[in-house]
């Protein structure tokens, strides 16, 4: 059993769109991090760095791994599924989740802090972030214009990025003019795994002002 400590962000939804496609046992615990759970001494034991996701592997001596992007190499690894074994394969995976760790996470997440969240508008920053994100949705369709998936079969990478994609609109950057990201868009959308997967914590109720309710996570 899987321990899963987790909240409704794109980086918490990437291991649970993974638990659920690796059909792997695990249980939810859900961090509330507008109420800053996440920084309680319990959970630093777990995660010092004090984010959201990490899971404790109970049926692995409760091995715990914090960082989205290794814990999705650890369920990879541990399965033997959506990880090539070979070293082209394997590479070709890593890399792209690498990418999406360094650099479409970080820049979309500015995106969404300043088009959604900040208490100002701060025009020329909301724009650095958001044409950054959209470059990066650029390349992405470069790649996808050879090959199905990111890696060429589907992988731990496509998990990594759907579901930032998936909140596109909430970046305000649209993607209905790069025709092979939107294909990728789609398919992945429909998959089962990534659909249960995305409501993997439930998502919060709606507040009357979000950008109130989320002040303290932003230290604004």
């Avoid at 800053?36 to 001494?41: C, G």
């Avoid at 070709?92 to 970080?106: D, F, K, N, R, Y």
Wanted: hydrophobic share 40%; net charge positive.
């Amino acid at each position: 059993m899987i321990d899963l400590y987790s909240w409704a962000t794109p980086n918490g939804r990437k291991v649970s769109i993974a638990l659920e496609e690796l059909g792997l046992p695990y249980k939810v615990h859900p961090i509330n991090i507008r109420k800053l759970e996440q920084k309680e001494p319990w959970f630093l034991k777990i995660n010092p760095n004090g984010r959201v996701p990490a899971i404790v592997d109970r049926g692995n001596g409760d091995l715990v791994i914090f960082e989205s992007g290794a814990i999705l190499i650890y369920l990879a690894e541990k399965t033997g599924k959506l990880m090539p074994k070979d070293d082209r394969g394997r590479f070709a995976v890593i890399q792209w989740l690498m990418w999406q760790m360094g650099g479409l996470g970080p820049m979309q997440g500015q995106a969404n802090v300043f088009n959604r969240y900040f208490p100002e508008k701060v025009p020329s920053v909301l724009a650095r972030y958001q044409n950054e994100t959209r470059r990066l949705y650029t390349v992405m369709d470069m790649r996808l214009a050879e090959a199905e998936y990111l890696a060429g079969e589907y992988s731990i990478a496509d998990i990594a990025c759907i579901p930032w994609l998936m909140q596109h609109d909430w970046s305000g950057v649209a993607i209905d003019d790069l025709p092979h990201l939107s294909r990728w868009y789609q398919i992945m959308s429909n998959k089962p795994a990534v659909q249960r997967g995305f409501k993997i914590p439930e998502p919060p109720p709606p507040v009357p002002d979000i950008k109130q309710a989320v002040k303290p996570m932003l230290g604004v």
